[in-house]
């Protein structure tokens, strides 16, 4: 009896256990789908409604116009000039006796100081005879004005009232004391040329300069005609500069000391760097235009070009080519850009609000190599192509550079990459987890 009911259960536990040996599996394996299911559906994603809509668009950089200073510094080449120059020559005729040591060319001298002596030999026996000449001359106005005063009383003894006065002028010896004060005058006019001519044997600086050349040694005989050196004042140069006309407009030439023209700096890179300038302003435009370029021509006055005499570092050379910047005055609607940013035509590219490309017309009052300024129809503020683009159209699509890489979602990298990678491990993992139960499953059994 006991073994017939022990075969029942024997069946029993048999069919139980190949049940749970194909329902497990299967369980586990249902479980896993879902854990893959729910992982995948609660993946961090990008928002679809910032992605660039045209995959086709160029990628640019974009810089915004800004507006123009009140006053804009436009650049102009010019070469440096004395504002004030001079050949020396002696006033008289002779042999050189000396020579100042300062007159050499480059150094400086100041106003009144002698820079060559004529011999005075000759100019001193004028000046004796002159004054020999006058001596004379006075003894014989003396000697008249005597024999007046005899005629005088023997005119009284005759009596007055019985002569004309035409009579008694030549009773008075009248004309030859006229002709004798005459004399005195004319003697003592060689007096004093001969004194001139004497004082002018010493060749005097006639204002404070430089020596630009000497043409003269000691022990030449020169003349009133011959030039002894060339001089140049060093109060004021001049900068002779060459702008386009249509510059002019922003500049003003000096109308009195008290309102000086336009201010200007005066760069001598070569010299004395990228940094230092001297300091002048607009003196005056000249009347004709140069004759090749058709340039304005535009002086710039640099007062004491040379500075203090120790200081050679910043002295302003004659004949130098130097860069001046001058102070210009802008309309009160005009933006500055970069050159560059100006294309071909006066052409500027803009990015418009539905991010395409706009190619507008502008009207460029200045340009030089680092800058532009336009005026009436570009406003500060709006964002300008700085990106070079090969065949550009109107309203070609275009992307921003900075705002491409926030919204590019297709890189594996950032929240999406790590959810990626996050579901493609569950999704491998679950092959391995129904190994795992289907051996231990048959171990136990």
Request: net charge negative; no cysteine; charged share 20%.
């Amino acid at each position: 009896m006991s073994a017939s009911t022990d075969r029942p259960d024997t069946r029993r536990r048999s069919w139980w256990a190949r049940l749970a040996t194909i329902v497990l599996p299967l369980g586990i394996l249902a479980a896993a789908i879902v854990v893959g299911v729910m992982l995948f559906a609660n993946r961090p994603t990008a928002d679809r409604s910032t992605q660039v809509d045209k995959p086709n668009a160029r990628l640019v950089t974009l810089t915004p116009a800004e507006p123009a200073p009140e006053t804009l510094m436009i650049s102009a080449n010019g070469t440096v000039e004395a504002a004030q120059a001079t050949e020396l020559r002696a006033r008289v005729s002779g042999q050189i006796l000396s020579l100042n040591d300062n007159l050499a060319p480059g150094t400086r001298f100041d106003e009144g100081d002698v820079l060559a002596r004529i011999d005075p030999a000759d100019y001193r026996l004028a000046l004796d005879q002159a004054q020999t000449e006058l001596a004379k001359a006075q003894a014989s106005l003396d000697t008249e004005q005597g024999q007046q005063a005899v005629a005088r009383r023997e005119l009284k003894l005759v009596g007055p009232e019985n002569v004309s006065d035409k009579e008694r002028n030549l009773a008075l010896r009248g004309p030859q004391l006229a002709s004798a004060r005459a004399d005195v005058r004319a003697a003592q006019s060689q007096v004093a040329q001969a004194r001139l001519d004497l004082s002018r044997t010493r060749v005097k600086a006639p204002f404070d300069g430089i020596v630009t050349a000497r043409s003269a040694s000691v022990g030449d005989v020169v003349s009133s005609t011959e030039t002894l050196a060339n001089l140049a004042a060093t109060d004021a140069y001049w900068v002779n500069l060459s702008l386009p006309v249509d510059q002019l407009r922003w500049l003003h030439a000096a109308e009195s000391s008290a309102n000086p023209g336009s201010a200007a700096r005066v760069y001598y890179r070569d010299a004395w760097g990228p940094d230092a300038y001297l300091a002048g302003h607009v003196l005056r435009v000249q009347a004709q235009l140069e004759e090749q370029g058709r340039l304005a021509r535009v002086l710039v006055q640099v007062p004491h070009p040379l500075g203090a005499p120790s200081n050679n570092d910043q002295a302003l050379l004659l004949g130098s080519y130097v860069t001046t910047r001058l102070s210009a005055q802008m309309p009160d609607d005009s933006v500055v850009i970069d050159a560059s940013l100006v294309r071909e035509n006066n052409q500027v590219w803009l990015m418009s609000d539905d991010n395409t490309l706009e190619i507008r017309q502008v009207n460029v009052v200045y340009r030089d190599d680092n800058q532009a300024v336009v005026t009436g129809n570009l406003a500060p503020g709006e964002m300008l192509v700085s990106s070079d683009l090969s065949a550009p159209i109107q309203d070609m699509p275009l992307r921003v550079e900075s705002a491409d890489r926030a919204l590019d979602t297709t890189a594996p990298d950032g929240a999406a990459a790590n959810a990626q990678a996050r579901d493609e491990t569950s999704l491998r993992m679950a092959p391995a987890y129904t190994r795992l139960a289907g051996a231990d499953t048959v171990a136990a059994s």
